[in-house]
């Protein structure tokens, strides 16, 4: 397995879930003030490095697989950068080999899952990205082929949506709606990374994705105060293509109830070294960028949630 990664940079204040067959391992941690400092709360789904053993048995290539299909150490990012700005951030410490969190529970291939249990309630047609290869648990992986030695008890992926999936997004939505009630408004920033993007003329594409599922689940002013805060720091950002955000922005976003939801994908040689294993030397310049982007858009957020505080409750 790679090497560990630095410690956090914001320790934790609270963890839970549960990663089957990892005992006393959480699925998640979350950090930041007992009371919201900023509308801003920092999601990181994809970056969980905790590995039970048997998942990893049942892995044709461990080594390949799991750092393919990591959001590698994108995690130090968001935890600085919340560390930076005083904003509440949630990450997976499952991998998302066991589970994606930004997937729907429904996404799921059957084939992958054979010998269900008496009353268990089968997903039903698997979604577009399970067709592909990359729904609720990763089957394969572009170019590699298939990640599984073989299909695994359905039993196995119930454990997991219980003690991960639904733990994690039930925290997140908790933890949205106790900043929200503070400030009339909050703003959930989803932080994966990308590999590098090439323009059709082969020249490097943009270093950030911005994706609002095409303007459905954040207000349209705060996106362009992020693509002005890009403009003015001299990077390039592209709008929703290749990535217009999943099931986190799905799930949680309720522009109607001051809730709004990026995601914000990351070329991930930006901040890693040349093999693409720890932190590089772009890490500190990185966190600079992005900290200065919540900053702004925090201020953004609360202004917009003047008014709602107090009735914005009353009103559902």
Known sequence: M?????????????????I?????????????????????????????????????ATMRDPLMATLRLEDRLIDAVGEAVAAR???????????????????????????????????????????????????????RLPGSGEIWRGPQPRAV?????????????????????????RWGAVLLVDLHSMPPLVMPDGRPGATFVLGDRFGSSCDGRLVASAFAH??????????NRPYAGGYVLERH????????AVQI???????????MD????????????????????AVETAEMGQGRVGWAEAAE
């Open 85 to 139: 700005t005083a904003a509440h951030w949630i990450a997976a410490r499952a991998p998302r080999a066991m589970i994606d969190l930004n997937r729907a529970t429904d996404d799921v291939d059957g084939e992958m899952f054979g010998g269900a249990m008496p009353g268990d309630a089968r997903p039903g047609a698997p979604g577009r990205r399970a067709r592909a290869g990359l729904g609720l648990v990763p089957r």
């Open 20 to 56: 089957p067959g990892l005992a006393d391992a959480p699925a998640w941690v979350l950090g930041g003030p007992g009371l919201s400092q900023v509308p801003v709360v920092i999601s990181v789904p994809h970056a969980g490095r905790s590995y039970p053993p048997a998942v990893l």
């Open 253 to 260: 976003a309720a522009r109607g109830k001051g809730v709004h």
């Open 157 to 181: 992926l119930n454990a997991r949506i219980a003690g991960i999936h639904a733990s994690y997004h039930a925290r997140l939505a908790g933890l949205l709606a106790e900043v929200r009630a």
């Open 230 to 239: 890009f403009a003015a720091a001299g990077e390039l950002a592209a709008h």
């Open 278 to 297: 720890g932190l590089g030397e772009g890490f500190a310049g990185l966190v600079e960028v992005l900290a200065g982007l919540v900053e702004r858009l």
């Open 2 to 18: 790679p090497c560990a990664p630095p410690p956090p940079s914001d320790s934790p204040t609270e963890s839970g879930g549960a």
């Open 265 to 275: 994908e990351v070329d991930r040689t930006r901040y890693l070294d040349t093999r």
